[in-house]
């Protein structure tokens, strides 16, 4: 019979629907019944494409004798991590605080009063039985001193920034020196012959190498170019683009590579890498030029295109990282199978990618390489042009035979944050390379998340979306990525109304999910969760910067940005509040809150507000998007706007003029791009 699961719209919940568990989704009816029956509660955390958690399934959940054990025992409550992200940081945070090193699956041990006294992540059929009897039994017979241990726990979860790392109030302090110092405290832990960091497995960690592009770009405004910082990030981003991380025939990134060589991925495919690589990619080539990087892009977005997008524009979460019960069967080849499908080209083909006889991966290939277009066309003896016809040939042939098997599983539900992160992707593609189909996308789903993913009556935003159903009230990671999505659109079409979005969702946050004090006063650092959203035994702040970056970080930015687009400066000391804040522990731990410091890069020289007016606004806009100046705001209009930067401003005699500013003092305008670029600092 199907479990309490059954009514859910989450694919990962629903896969367990047919679990003999007598699973519940998180919410009261649960945490109710585990009072009632003063029951021990297990939460079982997990997603959709997480390999561990099908094996888990598998071996465990699927088993009678095991659900027995667990039903009789245990009020078991699933949740899908990515549905209810502040469910998953406080019992995250709480097993990590139990010195247990976290991930996922991750099985939470609570009181019935939902306090957290012991965890794991993922465990053997044998090992987990043994392990509930042992819980069951200290439940029952040493419950105070659970109840204790559980007590200090949830104390743990609920102390203050301040408590837990001495955070105090001040303004921040931007040099040099102190840019420097963040800069070294990452240098040393990159890994300078692979790429990425000196560890495995390898997490692409856009925050990294964005922040290295900024200081490259203030030291070379400083006159001392970092050159280190741009080698390590050019380093990176070629050996994943060439790496088995990427899908080298499809396009798009795998999570994250389980080798240091960027060999090996779990190949799920995650929607909130692939639009922050986007953005990445997409700056690294306004820098660099690399025809690698435009590459990614303009692949990565049919990827998405071809196998995220919704009818509805939104776009879907992940692909899984199994087919047929098997890791990777989906993107593998046999060495026999490339054989067969290349013919006479497979000898090349295998040089380029890596293929051995007997398998580069568990006696099959991933394709992969080091090796770049230019050098292996030169040690060939072929022109560029002839390693393309070969490569584009080559790559149909086997894309044909790979679309004919049976796809990996798809997670349809559709998260508004990662939606952000996607828009701000192909905002920023179409700001660097000014292709029509990019805004296309990014403008379908603006329109998408502000119709159906936020409510009509309070403007607030929810946080998933599936088959026509808007739930869960919205996160402040979900406000920050759109937030700074549309920020992006706005500054890649000067249509106001976005602009105009971005602020009344900004005016929501700050309403609703700022820290008041009991004294009157309030903390810079915002909530994770809405002051209208459920209780829970803690309400947390998210700080550091991990694979997506802290939504902290990101309000910071935005809030700075909307400061010098409308002229908000309580918007800009809000911004100055958390910089100066959160500056002490970015000094000491720079490698885990690099979405910070690339704001200190930032704030190194003045921001330039650039307006530009008149009737090739657009085209302007074009060309100064497509060299790479991060430190920048962008307004336009062809006619006429109310918005301060360009009030009172218009083309000069007929032509398009552009006014740059910094700190509110102005430089004379000018007719073309090129005298714009000449005043730049």
């Not at 585990?34 to 297990?42: F, G, T, W």
Request: hydrophobic letters at 40%; a negative charge; aromatic letters at 12%.
């Amino acid at each position: 019979m199907p479990n309490q699961l059954s009514y859910e719209t989450s694919p990962y919940l629903l896969q367990h629907a047919n679990n003999p568990v007598d699973w519940y989704p998180w919410g009261e009816e649960a945490l109710n019944k585990a009072i009632d029956e003063d029951k021990p509660i297990l939460v079982s955390i997990g997603y959709s494409a997480c390999h561990w958690c099908h094996v888990m399934e598998r071996e465990s959940f699927e088993k009678e004798n095991v659900a027995r054990v667990m039903n009789e025992n245990f009020v078991c409550i699933k949740v899908d991590r990515e549905e209810r992200p502040d469910v998953d940081a406080i019992y995250m945070d709480s097993v990590q605080a139990m010195g247990v090193q976290g991930g996922w699956p991750l099985n939470v041990f609570l009181m019935p009063d939902a306090k957290p006294f012991y965890g794991v992540t993922y465990l053997p059929t044998q090992n987990w039985v043994n392990l509930l009897a042992s819980i069951r039994s200290a439940f029952d017979e040493h419950r105070t001193d659970l109840e204790q241990s559980a007590d200090g726990f949830a104390r743990e979860l609920n102390l203050s920034d301040a408590e837990r790392y001495g955070l105090t109030q001040q303004p921040p302090l931007v040099d040099a020196a102190t840019l420097d110092a963040m800069y070294r405290k990452i240098a040393v832990k990159a890994d300078d012959e692979k790429g990425g960091m000196r560890r495995a497995p390898k997490f692409p960690m856009p925050s990294i190498w964005r922040f290295l592009l900024r200081y490259h770009d203030a030291a070379l405004s400083a006159g001392t170019p970092a050159n280190d910082a741009l080698h390590q990030v050019k380093l990176t981003l070629d050996r994943m683009a060439l790496g088995g991380i990427y899908d080298q025939l499809g396009g798009g990134f795998a999570r994250y590579s389980t080798d240091a060589d960027w060999l090996a991925p779990h190949f799920e495919k995650m929607l909130y890498d692939n639009g922050q690589l986007l953005t990445l990619y997409a700056e690294a080539y306004s820098l660099t030029k690399s025809p690698l990087y435009k590459h990614v892009v303009y692949q990565t977005i049919h990827f998405a295109q071809r196998e995220l997008l919704s009818s509805e524009g939104g776009f879907y979460s992940a692909l899984d990282a199994d087919s047929e019960g098997v890791e990777g069967k989906f993107y593998t080849f046999t060495t026999s199978e490339l054989r067969e499908i290349l013919g006479e080209e497979y000898n090349w083909f295998a040089q380029l990618y890596s293929v051995t006889e007997a398998g580069n991966w568990e006696h099959t290939n991933i394709l992969h390489r080091t090796e770049s277009d230019e050098a292996f066309a030169e040690r060939m003896g072929w022109t560029l042009a002839d390693l393309n016809l070969r490569l584009d040939a080559t790559h149909a042939r086997l894309l044909r035979v790979r679309n004919e098997r049976i796809r990996p599983g798809l997670d349809d539900k559709i998260l508004c944050s990662w939606n952000g992160l996607m828009l701000k992707g192909l905002a920023t593609a179409y700001r660097v390379f000014n292709e029509p189909e990019f805004l296309t996308l990014a403008l379908r789903q603006a329109f998408f998340l502000l119709k159906k993913m936020r409510d009509s009556r309070n403007g607030r935003l929810w946080h998933t979306y599936k088959n026509g159903r808007a739930r869960q009230a919205g996160f402040l990671d979900d406000y920050a990525a759109v937030i700074d999505g549309l920020l992006a659109l706005y500054q890649a079409t000067f249509t106001e109304s976005w602009l105009t979005e971005a602020d009344q969702l900004m005016q929501y946050v700050l309403a609703n999910f700022t820290d008041e004090r009991t004294d009157g006063s309030a903390d810079a650092l915002f909530f994770f969760t809405d002051k209208n959203g459920e209780e829970l035994i803690a309400r947390r702040k998210e700080l550091f910067d991990n694979v997506i970056p802290a939504s902290n970080s990101t309000m910071a930015e935005n809030l700075y940005v909307l400061s010098l687009l409308l002229e908000r400066q309580g918007y800009a000391d809000r911004a100055d509040q958390m910089l100066g804040q959160m500056q002490p522990l970015v000094q000491q731990n720079a490698d885990y809150l690099t979405n910070w410091a690339a704001q200190y890069a930032l704030r190194l020289r003045p921001t330039a507000e650039i307006a530009i007016a008149g009737p090739d606004a657009d085209a302007y806009r074009a060309q100064l998007d497509a060299e790479f100046y991060p430190n920048k705001v962008l307004c336009g209009t062809t006619e006429r706007s109310d918005l301060p930067l360009l009030q009172q401003r218009g083309p000069i005699n007929g032509q398009t003029a552009v006014y740059v500013c910094y700190n509110r003092a102005c430089q004379l305008p000018v007719t073309s791009v090129e005298e714009v670029w000449k005043g730049m600092k």
